[in-house]
C-alpha cells in the first residue's frame, strides 16, 4: 500500500517523464523518416554514383548472359568474381566515354545501330545464334523472325519450357544490343583521339633508318657489382631529394593496405586417418562378397567415385585405380592404399573387363501416345512392323523423325551423372549387336533403337570404387578452433600475435599493398568479410577469429600499415630509391677512374680491373639491346648505335649494369626497301596504339571511387 500510495503522490511528475519519454521516441522516429534516402554506393564516376542495388542488377544481368551462352546452370565462385570486376570495369569505361562524347556532342542514332545490325560484319554478331548455318555468317533475317516470333509470343500470353529460351534469347539480344550502341560511341571517340596524332615523311624516313640501319659493335664493361654496396653511402638527405625529383612516379591512386595474417588450414589427425582406413578395410571385406547392387553399396559407403553399370575406358577411372587394372583380375579386390594425389584411402573390385567398340552408330524413333497403354501398342505396332521388313527411315518419318543413324562415343556420356532411363538408354545402345531392334520402354515413352555400325574396340571395365577423402573429424576441427581462439584471445595485440605466433605453432604470413578490389586474402575463398574489415580497421588492430575456406581454414588478420591516397611516403619506396642511388654513385666512381686510369682505346678499356668484353651484332635505334656478359638489357647501346661512326670510340656510358664503352667496327643495313606510305601506314598504327591509352588519362581524372567491397 505504501507503494502504491507514494506511485500516486508522485502522479503528476510521472506523467510528464513518461510524456518526455514518448515525445522522444516519436520524435525519434520522425527523425529517421524526415533524414534524406541514405542510398549505398558501390562506387563513383565523375561524380555520378552507382547504388549496390543498381550494380547487383549489372551483375545478374551479364551472369545470366554468360549462362546462357555457355550452356551453364550455375557459376563458380571465381567465375562470379570475373564477373564482377568485368561489370564494374565496363561501367567505368562507359562512364568515361559517355561523359566526353557528351561534351563534342557524340551520338549512336537509332538508324546507326540498325546499319550496324543490316552490315552484319560487327565482331560482337558473330557470338549471336542468329548465324547462317551454310555460311556461319550473322543473319539479319533470322534476328527479325525471332524478334517477331517472340513478340506474338509475348501478346499471346505463351507459357511453357520454349517460352523460357525466348525469353533468354531475349535478355542476351537486348544486352547486346545495349552494348553494340556502347561499343560504337567509344569506336567513335577513340576515332577522334587517334586520327588527331598524325605522322610525316620525315618521321616515317627516321622511324625506317633506325629499324634499317644495323651497327656491329665492341664492347668493354666495368659491372657495378665489383663495387661493393658497403662502401657506398646514400644520406638522409639523398633520398629526400631522390624522392621530391621522382615524386610523380610515385602516386597512389586508391588507398591499400599491409597487412599480417595467420592462417590455418585444418588437416585430419592421425586417429581420424586411422578411422576412415578401417572403414576402407572394412568395405574391402565386404567388397570380397556377392553384392546385388553395387551403385547403392558404392554410394552407403561415401565415395567420392559413384558406380555406374556400364563398361566405361579407363579414361572415365580416377587415374590412381586405371593405373592398378593391370595387376588387379576380374572379380578380385585392390588391397587399401592411400593415394597421395587426391588424399584419399581407396579399394576397389574389378567386375568385369570386355573388349567392346568405342564409337557406336545407331539410329532410333521415339514413340509416345496419348496413354501409356498407347504408347506400348504403338512401339509394338512399330516394331513388328520393322521387323517384318518395313523401311526404318520411312516409319521414322511418318512419326515426324529423320530415322537418320547418328555416332556415340565413351566420350558422351562419361563423367555425366547417369541413372534411370539414361542408363538404360545407354546401356540399350553399347550393348546391341549390329543391325539388332531393341523396343526400349521409358518413363514417358518408348524408343525404338537400331545399331548400325560398330568401331574403334578397346579395353572396357565395370570397377566398383571405394574412395574416401582423409578428412578431419569434428573433434579435430572443434580442437584446431578453440587452439586458435585461445592463442587470439591471448594475443590482442598485433604486436604480441607477431612475437609468439611461431611458439605457438603459427606462421605469420605478410601481405602487402592490399587492394580493396582484391576478392579474397591470402589466395583463401570465403574470406571477404576478413578483407572488409580490414579496410575499416586501425594500424595495429587485430581482427577476431573467421572461419573461410572449404569450411577448413581458420584466419586472423592484423594491420600493419595503410597506404593513404596520393603520395607513397618515402619510407615505402626507400629500397627503390636507394637503389638507383647506388647505381649512380658506382656509375660515377667507376667514370672517375677510368678518367684516372686514362685508357684511350677498347683493348685498354678491355684492360682495365674487372671490365667485361663483348661484341654485340645487329644493334638497330629501334629495340633495346641486350648485353650478356652483363646479362642486362642496355637502351644506352641502341642509342649509340644510331649515332656511331665506324672506328669512333664512345665516351664511358653509363648503363643499367655498369658503364660501358662501345666501338663501331662495322655497319649493315636490313633487306627492307623503304616505301613512305608503308611507312607511314605503321607509324600511325604505333600511334593509334599509344593514343588508346586515353582511357587510362580520363580514369585519373574522373576521381572513380571503388566502394565495392563493402557490400560484395
Known amino acids: 500500500m505504501a507503494?502504491?500510495?507514494?506511485?500516486?503522490?508522485?502522479?503528476?511528475?510521472?506523467?510528464?517523464?513518461?510524456?518526455?519519454?514518448?515525445?522522444?521516441?516519436?520524435?525519434?522516429?520522425?527523425?529517421?523518416?524526415?533524414?534524406?534516402?541514405?542510398?549505398?554506393?558501390?562506387?563513383?564516376?565523375n561524380g555520378e554514383s552507382l547504388s549496390a542495388q543498381e550494380y547487383q542488377q549489372l551483375v545478374e544481368e551479364y551472369s545470366e548472359i554468360?549462362?546462357?551462352?555457355?550452356?551453364?546452370?550455375?557459376?563458380?565462385?571465381?567465375?562470379?568474381?570475373?564477373?564482377?570486376?568485368?561489370?564494374?570495369?565496363?561501367?567505368?569505361?562507359?562512364?568515361?566515354?559517355?561523359?566526353?562524347a557528351a561534351k563534342l556532342g557524340l551520338t549512336v542514332s537509332n538508324a546507326e545501330l540498325q546499319s550496324i545490325i543490316d552490315q552484319g560484319v560487327h565482331p560482337m554478331l558473330q557470338q549471336t545464334p542468329f548465324r547462317n548455318p551454310q555460311t556461319g555468317a550473322f543473319d539479319k533475317d533470322m534476328l527479325k523472325k525471332f524478334l517477331v516470333d517472340y513478340a506474338?509470343?509475348?501478346?499471346?500470353g505463351t507459357a511453357s519450357s520454349y517460352m523460357e529460351y525466348y525469353q533468354s534469347l531475349y535478355?542476351?539480344?537486348?544486352?547486346?544490343?545495349?552494348?553494340?550502341?556502347?561499343?560504337?560511341?567509344?569506336?567513335?571517340?577513340?576515332?577522334?583521339?587517334?586520327?588527331?596524332?598524325?605522322?610525316?615523311?620525315?618521321?616515317?624516313?627516321?622511324?625506317?633508318?633506325g629499324r634499317a640501319n644495323q651497327s656491329n659493335l665492341m664492347l668493354a664493361a666495368i659491372p657495378y657489382s665489383t663495387i661493393a654496396d658497403s662502401t657506398v653511402t646514400i644520406t638522409k638527405s639523398e633520398l629526400e631529394k631522390a624522392y621530391n625529383q621522382k615524386k610523380e612516379q610515385f602516386r597512389q591512386y586508391s588507398e591499400a593496405r599491409n597487412i599480417k595474417y595467420i592462417d590455418v588450414q585444418v588437416t585430419a589427425s592421425a586417429e581420424d586417418r586411422a578411422a576412415i582406413q578401417k572403414d576402407v578395410d572394412e568395405y574391402a571385406e565386404q567388397l570380397q562378397q556377392p553384392i546385388t547392387d553395387y551403385a547403392t553399396f558404392v554410394r552407403g559407403s561415401g565415395s567420392e567415385t559413384p558406380y555406374v553399370d556400364l563398361f566405361y575406358t579407363t579414361a572415365a577411372l580416377p587415374t590412381d585405380v586405371a593405373a592398378r587394372l593391370d595387376s588387379v583380375n576380374v572379380g578380385q579386390v585392390c588391397k587399401p592404399y592411400y593415394n597421395a594425389s587426391d588424399n584419399t584411402i581407396n579399394t576397389f573390385r574389378v567386375l568385369a573387363r570386355a573388349q567392346m567398340p568405342d564409337s557406336i552408330?545407331?539410329?532410333?524413333?521415339?514413340?509416345?501416345?496419348?496413354?501409356?497403354?498407347?504408347?506400348?501398342?504403338?512401339?509394338?505396332?512399330?516394331?513388328?512392323?520393322?521387323?517384318?521388313?518395313?523401311?526404318?527411315?520411312?516409319?521414322?518419318?511418318?512419326?515426324?523423325?529423320?530415322g537418320q543413324p547418328t555416332w556415340i562415343s565413351s566420350a558422351n556420356y562419361e563423367g555425366a551423372q547417369i541413372d534411370g532411363d539414361n542408363?538404360?538408354?545407354?546401356?540399350?545402345?553399347?550393348?546391341?549387336?549390329?543391325?539388332?531392334?531393341?523396343?526400349?520402354?521409358?518413363?514417358?515413352?518408348?524408343?525404338?533403337?537400331?545399331?548400325?555400325?560398330?568401331?574403334?574396340?578397346?579395353?572396357?571395365?565395370?570397377?566398383?570404387?571405394?574412395?574416401?577423402?582423409?578428412?578431419?573429424?569434428?573433434?579435430?576441427?572443434?580442437?584446431?578452433?578453440?587452439?586458435?581462439?585461445?592463442?587470439?584471445?591471448?594475443?590482442?595485440?598485433?604486436?604480441?600475435?607477431?612475437?609468439?605466433?611461431?611458439?605457438?605453432?603459427?606462421?605469420?604470413?605478410?601481405?602487402?599493398?592490399?587492394?580493396?578490389?582484391?576478392?579474397?586474402?591470402?589466395?583463401?575463398?570465403?574470406?571477404?568479410?576478413?578483407?572488409?574489415?580490414?579496410?575499416?580497421?586501425?594500424?595495429?588492430?587485430?581482427?577476431g577469429l573467421y572461419e573461410c575456406g572449404e569450411n577448413?581454414?581458420?584466419?586472423?588478420?592484423?594491420?600493419?600499415?595503410?597506404?593513404?591516397?596520393?603520395?607513397?611516403?618515402?619510407?615505402?619506396?626507400?629500397?627503390?630509391?636507394?637503389?638507383?642511388?647506388?647505381?649512380?654513385?658506382?656509375?660515377?666512381?667507376?667514370?672517375?677512374?677510368?678518367?684516372?686510369?686514362?685508357?684511350?682505346?677498347?683493348?685498354?678499356?678491355?684492360?682495365?680491373?674487372?671490365?667485361?668484353?663483348?661484341?654485340?651484332?645487329?644493334?638497330?635505334?629501334s629495340a633495346p639491346a641486350f648485353v650478356q656478359?652483363?646479362?642486362?638489357?642496355?637502351?644506352?647501346?641502341?642509342?649509340?648505335?644510331?649515332v656511331a661512326q665506324e672506328g669512333k670510340l664512345s665516351t664511358p656510358l653509363k648503363g643499367n649494369a655498369g658503364v660501358l664503352v662501345l666501338q663501331e667496327y662495322a655497319t649493315e643495313k636490313s633487306n627492307e626497301t623503304y616505301d613512305v606510305s608503308t611507312e607511314e601506314t605503321r607509324l600511325n598504327q604505333t600511334h593509334s596504339s599509344e593514343a588508346n591509352q586515353f582511357i587510362n588519362d580520363l580514369y585519373l581524372k574522373a576521381k572513380v571511387k571503388d566502394t565495392r567491397y563493402l557490400f560484395f
Not at 152 to 156: D, G, L, P
Not at 510 to 539: M, Q, Y
Not at 597 to 607: D, H, N
Open 66 to 100: 554468360i549462362k546462357f551462352t555457355n550452356g551453364l546452370n550455375v557459376l563458380t565462385d571465381e567465375q562470379t568474381n570475373q564477373i564482377k570486376d568485368e561489370v564494374w570495369r565496363n561501367y567505368v569505361n562507359n562512364k568515361l566515354i559517355e561523359n566526353e
Open 3 to 45: 507503494t502504491l500510495q507514494k506511485i500516486r503522490s508522485k502522479g503528476p511528475l510521472l506523467l510528464v517523464v513518461i510524456g518526455l519519454a514518448l515525445i522522444a521516441f516519436i520524435a525519434g522516429d520522425a527523425w529517421k523518416v524526415l533524414q534524406p534516402h541514405q542510398t549505398q554506393d558501390v562506387g563513383e564516376v
Open 171 to 209: 535478355r542476351f539480344w537486348s544486352f547486346l544490343e545495349k552494348n553494340l550502341v556502347q561499343s560504337r560511341l567509344a569506336e567513335k571517340y577513340q576515332s577522334l583521339i587517334t586520327n588527331a596524332v598524325l605522322t610525316n615523311p620525315i618521321e616515317a624516313q627516321a622511324s625506317f633508318d
Open 423 to 543: 542408363l538404360k538408354y545407354i546401356t540399350a545402345i553399347t550393348t546391341s549387336a549390329p543391325n539388332e531392334l531393341v523396343n526400349l520402354p521409358l518413363l514417358q515413352a518408348n524408343v525404338i533403337l537400331q545399331v548400325t555400325n560398330r568401331k574403334v574396340v578397346k579395353t572396357k571395365y565395370k570397377v566398383a570404387v571405394v574412395k574416401r577423402e582423409v578428412e578431419f573429424s569434428k573433434e579435430t576441427y572443434s580442437k584446431a578452433y578453440n587452439d586458435f581462439s585461445q592463442f587470439i584471445a591471448g594475443n590482442p595485440t598485433l604486436e604480441q600475435l607477431t612475437a609468439n605466433a611461431e611458439d605457438a605453432g603459427y606462421r605469420v604470413l605478410d601481405r602487402n599493398e592490399l587492394s580493396s578490389s582484391e576478392h579474397a586474402i591470402g589466395g583463401i575463398k570465403g574470406t571477404k568479410e576478413a578483407l572488409r574489415w580490414a579496410f575499416g580497421a586501425k594500424v595495429g588492430e587485430v581482427s
Open 361 to 402: 552408330e545407331f539410329r532410333q524413333i521415339q514413340v509416345t501416345g496419348e496413354t501409356s497403354d498407347r504408347t506400348v501398342a504403338l512401339a509394338d505396332s512399330i516394331f513388328k512392323a520393322i521387323k517384318g521388313g518395313a523401311d526404318f527411315a520411312e516409319l521414322a518419318i511418318r512419326y515426324g523423325q529423320t
Open 629 to 642: 656478359s652483363l646479362r642486362s638489357s642496355e637502351p644506352v647501346v641502341s642509342a649509340f648505335a644510331s
Open 152 to 156: 506474338k509470343m509475348v501478346k499471346s
Open 552 to 621: 577448413d581454414h581458420l584466419l586472423v588478420v592484423g594491420v600493419s600499415g595503410i597506404i593513404k591516397e596520393g603520395y607513397r611516403p618515402l619510407a615505402l619506396v626507400r629500397d627503390q630509391l636507394r637503389m638507383d642511388l647506388l647505381r649512380d654513385k658506382k656509375a660515377d666512381k667507376i667514370m672517375a677512374d677510368i678518367k684516372t686510369a686514362g685508357a684511350s682505346s677498347i683493348e685498354q678499356y678491355k684492360a682495365l680491373p674487372g671490365a667485361l668484353s663483348d661484341s654485340i651484332r645487329f644493334v638497330s635505334f
